[in-house]
């Protein structure tokens, strides 16, 4: 992994964070899923959960690395020690992180709500969101407000890893 140095204190801080992919199969089934997580344990036991439980045992499931298959996430931006935690959650949920699939972050980059919420103001004014015009349709008052290329950026470093199962 490649890392950086901190002037500051001299220490290796790492440059990217890694969400590890799994190849996940069943004894007696044809296809191999992949899925994201800390440990082949913790791959099995997705994969489990997933299963009929009457007629899947976990001890026919079995977990490899899937390397190829591994993203990077960025670090946590220094941006994101400014924000409060309100903030944070609205940013995460324009950037569209679930807490049970978090790798499927990013697939939206909006949130609707009142022109004047204080929050996204906020995140206006830090330069991660911009407010849109107000549609013609929908609640009097109410606008889009779309994520920046560093919202996007900030949001992805706050992003976990994995699923909070």
Request: proline share 4%; hydrophobic share 35%; aromatic share 10%.
């Amino acid at each position: 992994m490649a890392e950086a140095t901190c002037t500051k204190e001299k220490h290796r801080m790492p440059e990217a964070r890694v969400r590890k992919a799994w190849r996940v199969t069943v004894e007696g089934w044809d296809e191999a899923e992949f899925y994201f997580a800390h440990t082949a344990g913790e791959a099995r036991m997705a994969c489990w959960r997933a299963l009929d439980r009457e007629r899947g045992l976990i001890t026919k499931i079995t977990a490899r690395r899937w390397k190829d298959k591994d993203e990077r996430l960025p670090v946590r931006s220094p941006i994101a020690d400014d924000l409060s935690e309100k903030e944070i959650h609205c940013l995460l949920h324009a950037f569209g992180v679930k807490e049970y699939e978090p790798w499927k972050a990013g697939y939206r980059d909006y949130f609707y709500t009142s022109a004047s919420n204080e929050k996204m103001q906020n995140l206006v004014r830090k330069g991660l969101m911009h407010s849109g015009v107000e549609p013609c349709w929908g609640a009097h008052g109410h606008v889009y407000f779309h994520l920046t290329e560093l919202g996007k950026h900030v949001a992805l470093s706050l992003t976990p890893l994995y699923s909070v199962r």
